[in-house]
């Protein structure tokens, strides 16, 4: 029988630095890895895009296919190496004609235990003129990441994922006690609303979020916000990076969490809004 988890593990955020040149990449994150896992990490993260500028005309450039590439095979070893739970924040992965923005997790002995596609892509035009369009090159995926571990059941989204209630809820109810969400928010919508996403998805599904953003490097293309955060199932942010390089450790209290969901028991309450079966009139409850 498999071992009950741990009742406290510790995390790690590596906040990157992301350059355009990928082995570079590959090597600064790999030290970062290193440093965590010296901070006693067991579940480390990266962040979106980790191998390449976030730029839709650039992913096919720098896109591998599973298993071969250098930067899964660098995942795994690191992941081997420093003997944890590594979630390979995202990469372009390429399946045939097709790519996606995929998150690769390893375990410990270095084997892929999860892959998620991310399923909104990122299709917008902001005020102020921003747009970006990652359906130029990507394909979406098709449904939630949740997966077990020695730490516990653990969830992967990536980035616009996280603007989805009904997606998160989905991943709580599949068992997610911790949902790590590698994201390059902008300057834009950084400010506005990287912080309120992950303390609303983190209080109303009663999980840690831990949200991955690479460094902010002002003369990027795209210049993501960084701080990358950890948020305990009580929507507190209990680890906080700025925008710079760095890394991020919290630990994550699975007590402190059953906790929370006994004292306060929304899981096993059916919401008005499943229950009902919808006035559309508006004329609300019994009117
Ligand atoms: O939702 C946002 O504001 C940012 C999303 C994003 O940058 C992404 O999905 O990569």
Redesign the pocket.
Request: net charge neutral; aromatic share 28%; with cysteine.
């Given at each position: 029988m498999a071992a009950k988890p741990p009742s406290r593990f510790r995390v790690a955020v590596c906040q990157l630095d992301v350059r355009h040149d990928k082995r570079e990449n590959l090597a600064r994150a790999r030290e970062l890895v290193h440093r965590a896992a010296r901070r006693g990490a067991e579940l480390v993260a990266l962040p979106?895009m980790f191998v390449c500028p976030y730029a839709a005309e650039l992913f096919p450039r720098y896109a591998e296919s599973y298993p071969g590439g250098e930067a899964l095979q660098m995942l795994s070893q690191a992941a081997r190496e420093e003997r944890l739970y590594l979630v390979g924040g995202s990469i372009p992965e390429r399946e045939g004609d097709r790519l996606y923005n995929a998150s690769f997790v390893f375990d410990p002995e270095g084997k892929l235990i999860a892959r998620h596609r991310k399923v909104h892509l990122?299709d917008v035009d902001l005020p102020g003129g921003f747009s970006f369009r990652e359906s130029a090159t990507l394909s979406a995926g098709s449904g939630p990441t949740v997966f077990s571990t020695a730490l516990g059941t653990i969830g992967v989204a990536i980035?616009?994922d996280i603007?989805f209630p009904a997606f998160f809820r989905e991943m709580a109810r599949r068992g997610a006690e911790v949902i790590v969400i590698p994201?390059?928010?902008?300057m834009i919508?950084g400010p506005a609303?990287w912080e309120l996403l992950l303390r609303a998805r983190a209080v109303d599904n009663q999980i840690y979020t831990v949200g991955a953003a690479p460094a902010r490097n002002p003369a990027a293309p795209y210049v993501a916000f960084g701080h990358s955060m950890v948020v305990s199932p009580w929507a507190e942010v209990i680890a906080r990076a700025g925008p710079e390089e760095t890394i991020l450790t919290a630990e994550i209290d699975r007590e402190y969490l059953k906790n929370i969901r006994q004292k306060l028991p929304l899981a096993a309450e059916k919401s008005a809004a499943e229950g009902c079966s919808g006035d559309r009139n508006g004329k609300g409850n019994g009117v």
């Open positions: 979106e990122f980035c616009f603007r994201g390059a928010f902008n919508t609303h």
